[in-house]
């Protein structure tokens, strides 16, 4: 998904795009690192407009995956939706500066050079910052039990893990006196 520079400047561009996550080599490499995997399409919506000195470009991505849950190893779908804003400004000399996050986390500095600004890496980034680091099918989930590694969603296995709670509180108990 491209923005070009000239048509920007003239009016509003809006763009979408519905691309394969096959497409976006980065979200290839987190499935091949085993951090999930992506059953639909990545959808991408940008309205572009020029403002001043730079192009103000605003616009949501979707998709969805499939994710381990990180206590109870169960597999789940989960779906992925991000808003962001990106200002791009033309880069000075040869160099690209880096992006920059402005104090609110929704809004993205970057520049640009030359006549286009590709939007793909930005889509791909929104995406892979949406999908958590530590996934849980749900907030309240039990995870296994550390004994015999039954699914303790599905109910008590029985085992006696009292000495392991005690512990735990206890170990709480001494962080919060501190
Ligand atoms: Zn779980
Ligand atoms: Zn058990």
Redesign the pocket.
Known sequence: MKIEIEKVKKKQVDLSEVEPASHFPTLMEMEKAGECSFTAPVTAQVSAVWEYDHVRAAGKVETAVRLT?S??L?EYQSSVSSEFTIFYTEAKGEELDEEVELSDEELISASYSGDEIDLTPEIAEQVMLEIPYKP???ES?L?LCPQCGADL?AGECGCDRGGINLKMAALKKIKIEK
Do not use: F
């Open positions: 849950c206590r109870c169960a849980l099918c749900k989930c995870g969603n």
